[in-house]
């Protein structure tokens, strides 16, 4: 099975989807949250748009370490440096993908708080993670728009409002 070479289209097939979402993203919301426990609407969005680089990280590294500084979430603003971001970040991952062998997918990655492992996985375990973690965030900001009257493009078909394919 080549597992690198289905990564690669799925990874595509979620950008496709994820740049539709943000090519109708709304200025002037960035702060909207519908509760108050919930992420604000920009950050929400910058987030999606980071863990589209995660399989480059995950494939170059063993673990990312939050209390090292290994990263800092970056603060977006503008729709522009949204689709930027998304973009640039997809692009590393085709080319770290590209880059991999089906055999670096067995190696192990964590994520860690101050050497303390707080989640363990083989590299093809991660980026899987990853992967599902787009579809979920992309999903919570679908129902910001829709709370918002945001015309939502459809993902995996048509939706309420866009019935094409």
């Known amino acids: 099975m080549d597992t690198l070479s289905q990564f690669k289209d799925e990874l595509e097939a979620e950008y496709q989807t994820t740049r539709k979402f943000f090519e109708v993203y709304p200025e002037g919301k960035n702060d909207y949250a519908p509760h108050e426990k919930s992420m604000k609407m920009m950050p929400l969005a910058t987030h999606i748009s980071e863990i589209f680089g995660w399989p480059d990280v995950m494939l170059k590294t063993s673990d990312l ?4 500084g290994d990263f800092q979430p970056k ?3 503008t729709k522009e440096d949204l689709l930027q971001t998304l973009d640039e970040n997809f692009k590393s991952a085709q080319a770290a993908l590209d880059n991999a062998k089906e055999e670096n997918l067995n190696d192990t990655w964590a994520l860690k ?6 989640a363990k996985w083989s590299k093809y375990g991660s980026i899987r993670h990853s992967l599902n973690q787009i579809t979920h965030h992309r999903a919570q900001l679908g129902v910001y728009y829709r ?4 015309p939502l493009p ?9 019935q094409s394919f």
């Open 147 to 150: 709370l918002n009257d945001i």
């Open 154 to 162: 459809g993902s995996y078909g048509p939706s309420a409002d866009h």
């Open 65 to 68: 370490d939050f209390a090292k």
């Open 75 to 77: 603060h977006l603003s």
């Open 113 to 118: 708080n101050n050497g303390h492992e707080v």
